[in-house]
């Protein structure tokens, strides 16, 4: 499973076979509903359409910000900043839970609704900035998809969102491409 920023980011869909079709997640009530129940959203309902530009407009900064980071250029200050607003608005209080005798610590949100949500999507790329290697985020090798990837292969060598489907996709259209220009060539 792809980090939340990445995730979000990805709900900016493309039909990863080349037809062209595009289709905007957030509008997309059980991708939108699933993609909540990893994050601090409480509530029976979905969000409001102000909330969903609120989802549309950290997507795209989140894009611009990968842009960056994916070619190991740091973040501007303009980008630090607006992150360190988007984690202010949905603090966090550290909490020890016990469960027998396992002893875990977990974070509790203090803010609820779609700023707990944009809060909690900001601290993973956060962390992928503090605590990962953000030269290890890639699109997906397949041109038509276009999603973006945390590659947490040892070798760095992931090149699709999902191997079963683009990976899949494209040596299936380049083994007929062989065979048709060796059917051409006559060999």
């Not at 980011?9 to 909540?36: P, Q, V, Y």
């Not at 609120?54 to 980071?69: K, Y």
């Not at 779609?114 to 605590?131: D, M, P, R």
Request: glycine fraction near 8%.
């Amino acid at each position: 499973m792809e980090p939340l920023w990445a995730d979000l980011i990805n709900s900016d869909w493309r039909d990863h076979r080349g037809t062209g079709a595009r289709e905007d997640r957030i509008e997309n009530e059980t991708w939108l509903a699933a993609f909540l129940d990893r994050t601090a959203w409480s509530g029976d309902f979905l969000p409001n359409a102000g909330d969903r530009e609120a989802l549309r407009r950290m997507r795209e900064f989140l894009g611009r910000c990968v842009e960056h980071a994916r070619h190991g250029q740091g973040l501007s200050p303009v980008d630090i900043g607006q992150l360190n607003e988007y984690m202010a608005a949905a603090p966090v209080v550290r909490r020890l839970e016990a469960e027998g005798s396992d002893t875990t610590m977990t974070l509790a949100p203090i803010a609820h609704g779609i700023e707990a949500v944009l809060g909690e999507v900001a601290a993973s790329f956060a962390t992928v900035l503090t605590e990962g290697d953000p030269t290890r985020i890639k699109y997906c090798a397949n041109v038509h998809c276009g999603w973006v990837i945390y590659d947490s292969s040892r070798n760095r060598t992931r090149r699709w969102c999902d191997k079963t489907e683009c990976g899949n996709l494209i040596k299936v259209r380049r083994h007929r491409q062989r065979k048709r220009q060796a059917r051409q060539t006559g060999s």
